[in-house]
């Protein structure tokens, strides 16, 4: 039933719902309404916009793009960057194969723990996971603009879904790969440990865990370049900034404050947990809108369904279990780990409960903030008719009273 237009003119009662309506928030406004896709046959819709984006037209060369930080948004700048030490590892193997490769940290985990079998090796941490990090952000940096501008955009461009969304749609294929990869790799490691499926004690039972499987290793630092990558883009201001820019900032700092210290202080089992009950339902989050800016009405409504338990499940249900399991497990280490001292591995003082248990904390009082938000748009949608006549202009990020005119 259509809403009167005088209804739809009116302005929301609080910030708050402005913010679940704004089609610029990044969780809420994505599940508003489309704007209709054009009649024409979807082989016959075209865009105005170049497959590569303006991101490439931007490009002011290689040595420029490097100063301002341009190579994040330039595929070919971003490429260039990798190929260097990727060249002179392959140079180094074929000239001096009997001497250790300088370039190999930059490109393989390292700090591998002397005696271990070869074919199940295990790892320590070390300085030269530095170098790793920071090639692997230039990895996502390139991974990302690939499949935004030359696999996404072009889809969406095909399928018809306006210019103004075309990058939003990028972001959202990016972001189901991404996690639905991440997710299914942390619940594969989670398998190998003893932490599966989510035996909380077994977090502080034989700590320190200083000694990681090569998967573990790589899985933990990939996730750390990934999500530094993630909040150079947002400090930058790389991207449009949204209207929860401020929440998204404080997930990020947040997020890399648990996966550092985590790492840091041996406690990498919880981290690998942690990350699972957060990446599953991000990649359900990205299929729902997706499905979204597809117009594929019925898929959205039941995706959307299923991405509300799996949110609840895993952002909040298993959150809650590890919050409570440092709360209440945390005596289960050895005694012996219950000190200063970082050479052995322990680093579990009595006011490091604390340490461990605040980041988790507020990551979780974010998720509720957006848990909120995610309930009022099933609320509205089931018993209200507000929220699915809304129109809204191709632009996401322009205003409702200009898609009127527009339209």
Known sequence: MSEPKSLKARPRASSLKQLEGDPAHHLAGSFVPQTPLESAPLSKRKSTTGQAGIDEAQSQGFWSNIRSMQWMRVPTSSLKLLAIPAVLYVNWQILAPALPNPFASVLFISHKTPGTPTEKPLYQKGYNDIPFVLYYIIMWSFVRQVLVLYIFRPFAQWWGIPDGKLDRYGEQGYALLYFGFSGSWGLKIMSELPTWYYNTKAFWIGYPHWEMIAELKWFYLLQMAYWMQQLLVLALRLEKPRKDYNELVIHHIVTLWLVCWSYLVNLTYIGNAIFVSMDI??????????????????????????????????????????????????????????QWNPPTGAWMVWWMQYQVLVPIVLLQLVQLFWYFLIWRILYRAVFQSTLVDDERSDDEDEPVEKAGKKE
């Open 281 to 338: 339902p991000d990649a359900f989050l990205a299929i729902t809108k997706l499905l979204n800016y597809m117009q594929l009405e019925n898929f959205k409504n039941v995706m959307f369904v299923i991405f509300v338990g799996m949110w609840s499940y895993f952002r909040h249900w298993l959150n809650l279990l590890m919050i409570k399991s440092v709360w209440d497990e945390f005596h289960l280490m050895p005694e012996t780990s219950k």
